[in-house]
Antibody, heavy 115, light 115 residues
Framework: EVQLVESGGHLVQPGGSLRLSCAAS????????MNWVRQAPGKGLEWVSY????????YYADSVRGRFTISRDNAKNSLYLQMNSLRAEDTAVYYC????????WGQGTLVTVSS | QAVLTQPASLSASPGASASLTCTLR?????????IYWYQQKPGSPPQYLLR?????????GSGVPSRFSGSKDASANAGILLISGLQSEDEADYYC?????????FGTGTKVTVL
C-alpha cells in the first residue's frame, strides 16, 4: 500500500524554524518527484515546493523562496522541508504529495506560528 | 487576477450532473496545459481524481469512478470536471491545478453541495 506520513509540525514562534519530514512506503520512492502543499485553516490549497526524483531541479512558491528548503534522502525513503524565518501566515497543514499528478497525499502535519 | 478561477459553490440534486469550471487567466491558453482535479472532504487530505489535456491524453486516478470525467472549453479558456450521477458522497471541495511557470498553481476551489 502506498503511504506517506508527515511529521514534525507543532507550535513555533514567529521567526523560528521547523523541519518537517515525510516518510514514504509502498512504492519506489527514488523514482518519483515529490511536493509539499499547504492549507491554511479554512482556506484553499497552496503548493509550496517541488523536488525531482534525483534532487534537482527544485522549485519553490514565491511566498516561501529563500526561507524554506526542500530535500530528500532516497536511501531513507524520506522527504524534508526545512522552514526558517517562520511567519504567522505560514500557519497551515502541510502535506507531502507524490509525483507530477500529486496522486498520493499524506494526512498532513499542522504547523502553527504564533507567539 | 488569479491564475485559475473556480466558482465558489455549486449545488445539484442527487442523480444530476454537475459541471465544475476552472477558468485560466487571460493570456494562459488552456489548450497547452494538463488540468488536474482533486476532491477534498472535510478533515481529509485531497484525493487525486484525474488529469485532462485532450481526449487522447488523459488519465483517471486509481479507483476513481468513470462518472468523474474531464474536458476543456477552449472558447471559455477553461477546464471542466463533469460529475455524472451525483451522489451524496460527492459532496466535497474540488480543486483544479496546472503546472505554470515552474510552479504548481491551484484553483480557488468549488464547494459542491448535493441537495
Amino acid at each position: 500500500e502506498v503511504q506517506l506520513v508527515e511529521s514534525g509540525g507543532h507550535l513555533v514562534q514567529p521567526g523560528g524554524s521547523l523541519r518537517l519530514s515525510c516518510a514514504a512506503s509502498g512504492f519506489t520512492f527514488s523514482s518519483y518527484e515529490m511536493n509539499w502543499v499547504r492549507q491554511a485553516p479554512g482556506k484553499g490549497l497552496e503548493w509550496v515546493s517541488y523536488i525531482s526524483s534525483s534532487g534537482s531541479p527544485i522549485y519553490y512558491a514565491d511566498s516561501v523562496r529563500g526561507r524554506f528548503t526542500i530535500s530528500r534522502d532516497n536511501a531513507k525513503n524520506s522527504l524534508y522541508l526545512q522552514m526558517n524565518s517562520l511567519r504567522a501566515e505560514d500557519t497551515a497543514v502541510y502535506y507531502c504529495a507524490r509525483g507530477g499528478p500529486l496522486d498520493c497525499w499524506g494526512q498532513g502535519t499542522l504547523v502553527t506560528v504564533s507567539s | 487576477q488569479a491564475v485559475l478561477t473556480q466558482p465558489a459553490s455549486l449545488s445539484a440534486s442527487p442523480g444530476a450532473s454537475a459541471s465544475l469550471t476552472c477558468t485560466l487567466r487571460s493570456g494562459i491558453n488552456v489548450g497547452t496545459y494538463n488540468i488536474y482535479w482533486y476532491q477534498q472532504k472535510p478533515g481529509s487530505p485531497p484525493q487525486y481524481l484525474l488529469r485532462y489535456k485532450s481526449d487522447s491524453d488523459k488519465q483517471q486516478g486509481s479507483g476513481v469512478p468513470s462518472r468523474f470525467s474531464g474536458s476543456k472549453d477552449a472558447s471559455a479558456n477553461a477546464g471542466i470536471l463533469l460529475i455524472s450521477g451525483l451522489q451524496s458522497e460527492d459532496e466535497a471541495d474540488y480543486y483544479c491545478m496546472i503546472w505554470h511557470s515552474s510552479a504548481y498553481v491551484f484553483g480557488t476551489g468549488t464547494k459542491v453541495t448535493v441537495l
